[in-house]
């Protein structure tokens, strides 16, 4: 069959779509026959990729997320001499969606992508002190790209978990300094992580709020908001998505469903060991 | 994370002597500029923003244009001057995002099926930044809208709330923003009690979150008495109250 466009994307679709759907949450079932507060089946693989430090897969249901990570020594930042450096970047793989493209990144691709650097960032993942090779001149850079490969929603998500699951299961050589020169060893340890920053997203479809939205949920949804919640119950980043609006409830209901969830979710992780 | 600086005293006053609740000196004025369909300036302590409203006018390229209702296009972008070391002029991912979620906080506000196939282009510019931008630009665009005539169900109104000391704060400044632990924008249409942009950079508890919800809401409401006094002023004059 040749599909001539993707409507399920185009404007004028999307009322018709929405009130398919509400008409079925309005009965207590979702599209997919999910609870409202039910997350698909997450699925986690790691060092799946020999050539970087670390890698990991995260499909939930049909949405797949990599991500690498790939350590290297350089230079600190000037104001933080004696921190290593942390890049985490998304990319959205035209493989992943017919509405993705090559090249430069747009708004929606900055925004994911901030998403996850903030949920790791913010939540102070990483000891950073503890990368630090040579104060002020050598500390390791650790960089985590993630692609997005196959899109049936929740990219941020399956991206925050395959970034967590790789940085959590990556592989760093010791060093040895040797007045001004570093030599790397054979021997290798792990990144000093000391928080597990889980994404957890909700979609508001009309006045319902449904945890971890599918493709076609997403598409009708009035707003998406994503909180990265830590194992203590903080809060590290919120994001809200979408021209839609929020009743000032929905957001501690939202943080107790990304809480709960987050929860199920590190649990996964723990088996990672 | 200079554990040096003292961000708040053991009696609640800041660096700037400002209390817990206390947003910083705001001016807003409407109608700065002549060329523009809409326009607002505002300063919010230190931080300086001029917006302009362009439209609603014909879409170009014009195949963006949308059969039912008008495309909003927003652009947040800080001036190269406008921070202690010079920002280059390209815009940067975060620049990419925000105007994202600047447009996402206006749109729920305005009747935009009112005017379908035109655009209507909403320009911050932040010539001074000493944090909370984005909601001091989102407070003075709605202004600049609602000069250029945009039917709108409310005006937006935003701020940020934050953890400072580990005390929740209404408004951070820069230094607050830089060492403090959490800095959390929220827009509201305050008449319709509806958010429209909300984010958090940092750590709160689910009681701080909390804490931070209800702190917000007495600065838009203050904030809001300001934009529609500044709308006032615009337009009085104008016409003769009956």
């Not at chain 1, 799946?48 to 797949?64: D, F, L, P």
């Not at chain 2, 305050?190 to 429209?196: E, M």
Request: hydrophobic fraction near 40%; glycine fraction near 8%.
């Amino acid at each position: 069959m040749i599909l001539l466009a993707d409507l399920s994307t185009v404007e004028e679709f999307v009322p018709i779509q929405q009130k398919e759907l509400l008409a079925l949450l309005s009965t207590g079932v979702r599209e997919d026959g999910r609870k409202f507060d039910e997350y698909r089946k997450v699925e986690i693989q790691t060092s799946i990729y020999e050539k970087a430090n670390g890698s990991a897969m995260v499909k939930i249901g049909n949405t797949v997320a990599v991500a690498g990570v790939k350590a290297e020594l350089g230079e600190p930042f000037p104001d933080t001499p004696n921190e290593g450096v942390l890049t985490v970047s998304l990319e959205l793989l035209p493989h992943a969606s017919p509405s993705f493209e090559p090249g430069p990144p747009d708004e929606n691709a900055v925004e994911m992508s901030r998403i996850v650097d903030r949920g790791l960032r913010e939540s102070k993942s990483i000891k950073t002190s503890d990368l630090c090779v040579l104060p002020g001149k050598k500390v390791w850079v650790i960089y985590v790209d993630i692609y997005a490969m196959d899109h049936d929603g929740n990219i941020v998500d399956a991206s925050g978990i395959a970034a967590l699951a790789a940085l959590l299961t990556a592989k760093i050589p010791e060093v040895k300094v040797e007045g001004e020169d570093v030599v790397l060893l054979e021997s290798t340890k792990g990144i000093p992580m000391v928080e597990r920053p889980v994404p957890v997203t909700v979609a508001k479809i009309g006045d319902y709020l449904v945890v971890d939205p599918s493709l076609s949920e997403e598409n009708v949804a009035d707003v998406r908001v994503t909180m990265t919640t830590l194992e203590s119950g903080i809060v590290s980043s919120i994001q809200k998505s979408g021209s839609g609006t929020l009743e000032e409830p929905d957001v501690l209901k939202i943080y107790d469903l990304a809480y709960e969830k987050g929860k199920e979710i590190r649990s996964l992780l723990a088996k990672l060991g | 994370m200079s554990e040096s600086i003292v961000l708040i005293t053991q009696d609640g006053v800041r660096l700037d002597g400002r209390r817990i609740d206390e947003l910083r000196p705001v001016k807003m004025q409407v109608g700065v500029l002549k060329n523009c369909s809409g326009s607002a300036y505002i300063e919010q302590g230190k931080t300086k923003i001029l917006v302009a409203v362009q439209g609603p006018r014909e879409a170009h390229p014009k195949h963006i244009a949308l059969p039912g209702r008008a495309i909003l296009r927003t652009r947040y972008h800080m001036a190269p001057f406008s921070t202690d070391e010079r920002k280059s002029p390209a815009p940067s991912r975060r620049e990419v995002e925000l105007s994202k979620v600047i447009r996402e906080a206006l749109e729920p506000a305005l009747f935009l099926e009112e005017y379908p196939k035109t655009v209507i282009d909403v320009f911050i510019e932040v010539l001074q930044a000493d944090a909370g931008t984005r909601s001091a630009g989102i407070t003075a665009a709605s202004i600049a809208l609602a000069e250029a005539g945009i039917p709108m169900r409310d005006l937006v109104t935003a701020v940020a709330v934050g953890k400072v000391g580990g005390k929740v704060v209404l408004d951070l400044n820069e230094a607050e923003d830089e060492h403090g632990e959490a800095d959390m924008p929220i827009a509201m249409m305050p008449s319709l009690n509806k958010i429209t942009l909300l984010q958090l950079n940092g750590r709160l508890t689910r009681q701080e979150l909390e804490e931070g919800v209800n702190l917000v809401k007495k600065g838009i409401k203050e904030l809001y008495s300001l934009q529609k006094q500044a709308l006032r002023a615009r337009f009085s004059g104008a016409q003769v109250e009956v």
